[in-house]
């Protein structure tokens, strides 16, 4: 089956964070009653005004287009693209067909230590149309289907990349640097689970060597990154399996189905004709190179840039400043607490390690967890003292995880101060030595992993609140006498 490559483009639609919609002042605003954020506008009532440009989300469309190191048109418009669906009561759907406001970028991603350029063709403005919710679940079981027209006429940027994509792990690698970036310019939230940004995939495959494009599907229903890479792997695989078959691939629209894990079709797309054309001059967009340049130096510090930075600022390595980068919260949290606490690769460490286990133990977003900069400082500062162990550290981390105390009231309410105080040690540890003549006679004759047991019971002893180093030289000390 190594004898075809696969051929993947995505289209990305993302929605901006505007207060209010593209052509109306109704609110952008998520989870409010279904119909209660409408107008005549973005119902498109007969007879209603089309409505003024917000400016806002020419603003954004252009960071987020600069960001993404696109040329940025100075004379653009919107065209109307026909078509019927009842989330669409216009009958239309005003985008920007003919002439993108961003064009000709790219981003790059790391996929197994390999860099590789992603191109991406085009950035354009368009409206969002209502949501429908199908009562009994799916389209096809649904008896009747609601209609919610809060989200019609909400600003999108829809991302098309070039088809330059060869596998699952490298679309999911694409998205999550898209991601990262429009959450870093701050044009979206971002958030696949509110619908915030969505991704459909164009699959398709060829013969390797061959540079003609097969006929290609579009896959649809994909609620997560991870979702992404599985449809693409698994509609790879079907189309590799049809065309040894002899089958015909058709151009045709499929569903991820999350459950049973396939794409499944849901219509056949072999020739849409949305029938565009401009829409009126009104909708024209002109834009001076100086307001473009404005636009442009307010784009912070992006991910790859911050990521050079923690290497080569804080030598952190490639890999750990590459996973804190992925996320603004992550970054933020990493430069927070290293403001605090100064030691680089440990915050790294804690961050990489128990922050994102407990995350993906628990499914949850970094926007859930209560771990704050100045308490994991604080968590760093008492183990570093030797008040707790790295081992009680974790346990304590898990609660301000959870509850969001500051570590020196979890340490006081569990008892989980760590005995490092060699006095009160010293007698204890005279104890153990008395009662256990065996093992100190076998670490005396050479036997010098019979420390072990020794350290045991001192920790036995303190209910595991000795610290274990200093139990070992103080044992090692008294043995030698
Ligand atoms: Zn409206």
Redesign the pocket.
């Known amino acids: 089956m190594s004898n075809y490559e696969a051929v993947i483009g995505l289209e990305v639609h993302v929605e901006l964070k505007t207060k209010t919609?593209l052509f109306?002042?109704?609110s952008t605003e998520f989870g409010k009653e279904p119909n209660t954020q409408?107008?005549a506008?973005?119902l498109g009532l007969p007879g209603s005004p089309s409505g003024v440009l917000n400016k806002k989300v020419v603003e954004l469309a252009v960071k987020a287009g600069l960001a993404l190191n696109c040329e940025i048109g100075t004379h653009t418009w919107f065209d109307r693209k026909n078509y019927y669906y009842p989330d669409l009561p216009k009958g239309f759907q005003i985008s920007q067909v003919f002439r993108p406001i961003a064009s000709k970028g790219y981003l790059d991603i790391e996929v197994n230590g390999q860099s590789k350029r992603i191109n991406i063709t085009r950035a354009h403005i368009e409206e969002d149309p209502g949501k429908l919710a199908h009562a009994g679940g799916s389209i096809t079981a649904a008896h009747y289907s609601c209609v919610d027209y809060n989200r019609s006429?909400m600003p999108l940027i829809e991302i098309v990349s070039e088809p330059e994509l060869r596998s699952g792990e490298e679309a999911k690698a694409y998205l999550e640097k898209l991601k990262a970036i429009l959450e870093y310019t701050g044009v979206s939230d971002v958030k696949m689970e509110q619908g915030s940004l969505r991704c459909d995939a164009n699959v398709s495959i060829r013969p390797v060597g061959t540079t003609a494009l097969g006929t290609r599907t579009e896959i649809k229903n994909m609620n997560s990154f991870r979702a992404v890479q599985r449809a693409i792997e698994y509609e790879i695989q079907r189309q590799m399996d049809a065309v040894e078959d002899g089958e015909r691939i058709i151009q045709e629209t499929r569903g991820w189905d999350e459950n049973k894990g396939i794409t499944v079709s849901m219509r056949n797309k072999e020739n849409p004709d949305y029938r565009c054309f401009i829409e009126h001059e009104a909708t024209a967009i002109e834009l001076t190179q100086e307001w473009i340049q404005e636009v442009g130096a307010t784009i912070p510090e992006l991910p790859d840039d911050r990521q050079k930075r923690l290497v080569l600022e804080h030598g952190l390595p490639e890999y750990d400043a590459g996973v804190i980068t992925s996320s603004l919260a992550l970054a933020e949290l990493f430069d927070e607490t290293l403001a605090r606490h100064p030691d680089a690769k440990t915050i790294s460490n804690w961050i990489m390690g128990e922050l994102l286990r407990l995350l993906n133990a628990r499914n949850m977003d970094i926007s859930e967890s209560k771990i704050t900069a100045a308490g994991l400082a604080s968590l760093l500062k008492l183990i570093e003292k030797g008040s707790i162990s790295n081992k009680m550290g974790k346990e304590v981390f898990e609660v301000m995880f959870e509850k969001g105390q500051t570590p020196e009231q979890i340490v006081k309410e569990k008892g989980l101060s760590q005995i490092s105080d060699e006095g009160q040690l010293a007698q204890i540890i005279d104890e153990v030595i008395t009662n256990n003549p065996k093992s100190v006679e076998d670490y005396q004759a050479g036997k010098k992993q019979a420390i072990g047991f020794l350290v045991g019971q001192v920790m036995k002893a303190t209910k595991g609140q000795a610290n274990p180093g200093v139990v070992n030289t103080l044992l090692r000390e008294k043995m030698s006498k």
């Open positions: 919609k109306c002042g109704c409408v107008c506008v973005c006429g």
